[in-house]
């Protein structure tokens, strides 16, 4: 459940709320902003228990929550989460653009991506450094190797990365090197891994199963936020469904349902949605146009010599006219803004 | 299989294509405009029949089309179909809105719902005559009372309208009742229909059923145009699958997936797609950034009092927020919002 | 609801209930069997009106029943509906057979057929007459011929018939020849079609739509019922899924599930459900250890030369297997019985 | 590929077949049996290369195996990999039956279970020490208490059991107490478990995720398999569908298919595919009558006070009745039913 304070409420309110918290040997999180104070007590929710906190002075109304669903809850941070990746600014106003090639191959590929993107306002690097692949026999990756030529990449342009963590053998070298780890769709109900990105330090990006209903989808992030980390990004990429056209089904209705029930803010992948590149683009329109707040997209130097998912990637030339049909970069310097804005 | 005629083709090798056509027993259908001769021959491809058209006199090419996709294909008019319903022009640059209730209650109802239709610059009614219900015991609509309604309705406020024949049993009082005629998800398949709808001179609104692939989908188009009606208007409302957060899964991929199979335009009804009228919006403008033409929402004075699917359809209020949000799509630029101000 | 009497009822109570119905406008089904008087009155569940009827002299009680499932429910014949097609026993103890190939071909396929079949115990032939292709390109099966072929193979060897409505148009044909009316899948919810079949003197087969929910198949059989009809065979024919190792997915739990709410036969169609003839005797065996009350199979005196659903139809030797498999044919005479039993 | 020697190959033969894999730098796995001999070398096939292994001095026949599918291919093992734990036979001629509660309780509670099991015939015990909950605010299990809670009723009474390790984090713990380590199905394509499961001396148990095709599937078993384990036995426990009557859908069709392809013995688990007791028995009956290998089922001492999954538990009584019908199936021939019974 969350407790909001009244505006007026005294320090020694808020303390008696934790005092309370504490006897019934709840845990707290403090949720408040600006304007609101704010605590929240995940767990199941007590009737009982809520009358009993609503009585406390200060207190100005305690909202039930579902089970399971009390971190991520709309409710316990109303004006939404923004998430700051190097003045990136997930959850804001403007949709940011991550992009890059399904996996790390070389310093002269990401590199060359790398500035690329920078011409096209694009300023997060995606790349796969450990591959979670469906058979042995795959690329599953240069692993360690990838990090360091991202961190060299990153260090060289500006760019900042991100990379999935396929386990949580490998999280401590992706959390040391990425600026956002990734959780990739295969591995959101990995509780084991979930734990250990709620223990990070690092924003998580979230990506949900292509089976998962969105009460599984929030528990996930409840999972990861449980353990402390708040800044979890949620990512659509698709639903297993009977379609033949394209190698996932977008549910783009994820997007204002998700909104409608948490504050952490929600990216789309439509490169792994589509599984061909002719459809990327119109998914993406499609997602911004929903208010997603970004998209991830892959995309290539040479995309019929990429090591992976050689068919959905887009060139440089479809990258440059997905921004464009998209438009409004946020990602675009002040400068440039300014000069977009009549006077 | 789609036979192409060179630029100056004369009528003479014309004729031999259509003669040929008729030595070998297969219909032939017309589809030239004004830049290009192209005659359609439906049914199996045959590369050794393709070989022998594509030797006459004045053959350009011969387009070998997939079994049972032959006057809905894309290269049978690369341009696009458009249909003209009253003046408006389904499949042309600028989307079209249909929008009323689920069903046709009273006079009053649709006369206020046309009203403030129009004050929305919406000029195609919909509404429920006969309704296919789930349950033999439901609401199964006004029947000819209502087409009466529309008809009157029609007369004194101008607005074109559109309503299902659910049967052949029916189809005759609809088609002469209606602008469009429309064929029910749940009747996709119903192969009497489509064939009825083929000999109907009537633009007919075909929904894919909840469960079709794009083949189905398309095959179902093929029998009404087999049967001699160029005018179909596709529309996608949503595939059923595990998705507990939406009555159904807008299939957004759909859009583009089509347009490079079929000229004919592609409707997207939201209203279906979401069960609730929250996501409404969100997928109406998610379906036009995916390039749709056209929208069929639903919408009622008083949605809670609504004969059927109440929880899905907009108040009046709601549709103009819609309808503003669709007009000035956050990816259009500057330039092309400028134009399209009125001086 | 349902209203029950008690076993002394008197006429006069049993009269005093069909009065009151009558005052409320309501339709009365009488559902007595030897031991109980049972009174269904289809439509809403009304508890206020439900408890009148309750205090009606020699009601014993009076079972709700959810909307639009009234006439199919389980308590309207909790021992079960048998229907009795020229002796062969649906929905009594043992399973029935019937089989025969996709599309009737030719009188010689169709006599090849029978005697085959007969010998393995099976006394009902299946075989389109009409086919609901999907594309209107397809072999639509011989019509009329097809009915005239299969009333002479019955009349020269006994073996009763079921073939296919695809539509109002061609139901009087099909009913006065064929000793069972099919309504496929793709027709589950053509509520016209549905409507005719309940007003036949046949027993309907309706084929579950492989996308629809247990509510939506009962619902479809209660438009059957609702016209009179009472002698409805349901049957399950797999589901679409994401699945790819089968052409549908085999919803075995259904068959229980649908014990539980109505009384009608369940039969299972393996052959639609696997698309892959190596996998119909598995489903077969599977259907009847889950209590299915019979199958229906396709098979082919040749497969590979069938018209159509040549993968999945099985010759006359696998046939003799999937029989020895199942082992109890109920179809047998006891002398047939007793000549399988080893001495 | 598969290398299958001559029946007269000479150890000289089989050296050079291992020097040819060696210096192409492949892995290679006997997979000879008693009858022939047969190597596999995993990884992607190539036919250029097979040609050159065909060519060998003793070689019979490459078999082609599909991408990522070597090691699991039937063909690896065409008389079907037999898992023999503590006299429990999986992959033989009589199914085995695993049965048990969700989660572990109490010592009280697991005791029990194993008297009920054992005086039904059953010598596998299930229940969950380490639970992969959907949210983290539901019962975790007991953990290692659990472990050793297990420990002691199969030292009392000699009981093997089975307990899931939810992450590489509790693998070892797992693995040093339990006969059968399961792997979960929401962690089917957890790399880095399903490697670390490839190391173990245990049997491993993998459930197939409720979303994941046949070549997932398979995929995953392959996983395990690379890293040299080779006991590993699937298990179909019911995809995720549209259908609301059953938690998941029992794919029954998955069991032959899977015997075509594989040489691993395949189980089911009813419980969680159904959710609902009421269906447990009749999934159970049509899974052995489809050929599986075996079942595990939940079953506890009062399934209304399970700790998790409570709707689905069978008690005790249930549990006799599933092993009287499963022990006479209905399709047995009465020679065999005889047979089976010891003179």
Do not use: W
């Not at 995940?42 to 207190?59: M, T």
């Not at 809850?73 to 106003?93: E, L, Q, S, Y």
């Amino acid at each position: 459940m969350i407790v909001q304070m009244n505006h007026n409420a005294s320090p020694a309110d808020v303390a008696m709320v934790r005092k309370k918290a504490e006897e019934m040997s709840m845990s707290l999180v403090d949720f408040s902003d600006e304007i609101t104070l704010r605590l929240v007590l995940p767990g199941k929710h007590d009737p009982y228990l809520a009358r009993e906190f609503a009585e406390l002075r200060g207190v100005n109304d305690v909202v039930a929550t579902a089970h399971g669903h009390c971190l991520t809850h709309r409710a316990a941070n109303p004006a939404g989460t923004i998430i700051d990746v190097r003045g990136n600014i997930f959850g804001g106003d403007l949709p940011v653009v991550i992009a890059g090639p399904c996996a790390v191959e070389s310093y002269d590929q990401m590199m060359q991506t790398a500035v690329a993107l920078s011409e096209l306002g694009i300023s997060i690097l995606r790349g796969g450094a450990f591959k979670p692949r469906t058979s042995p026999y795959d690329f599953q990756g240069l692993g360690e190797e990838a990090l360091r030529i991202l961190e060299r990449v990153r260090a060289e342009t500006g760019m900042a990365f991100i990379t999935e963590a396929t386990g949580v053998g490998c999280f401590d070298a992706v959390e040391s090197a990425a600026d956002i780890v990734q959780i990739g769709a295969r591995n959101m109900q990995n509780v084991e891994l979930l734990k250990r990105a709620g223990r990070s330090h690092r924003p998580i990006l979230l990506k949900r199963h292509f089976s998962a209903t969105i009460d599984e989808f929030l528990h996930a992030a409840e999972y990861v936020m449980a353990e402390g980390n708040r800044n979890v990004i949620l990512c659509e990429r698709g639903i297993r469904s009977f379609v033949d056209h394209a190698r996932f089904t977008l549910d783009v209705a994820l997007i204002p349902a998700l909104q409608a029930r948490t504050h952490l803010p929600i990216l789309v992948d439509p490169s792994h949605a589509a599984g061909d590149r002719r459809l990327v683009i119109p998914l993406a329109r499609a997602a911004l146009a929903a208010d997603a707040d970004g998209l991830i997209v892959e995309a290539h130097p040479c995309p019929n010599e990429s090591a992976c998912d050689a068919r959905q990637a887009l060139n440089f030339d479809d990258l440059e006219v997905l921004m464009r049909e998209i438009e409004y970069p946020p990602f675009m310097t002040t400068a440039a803004l300014a000069a977009e804005v009549p006077a």
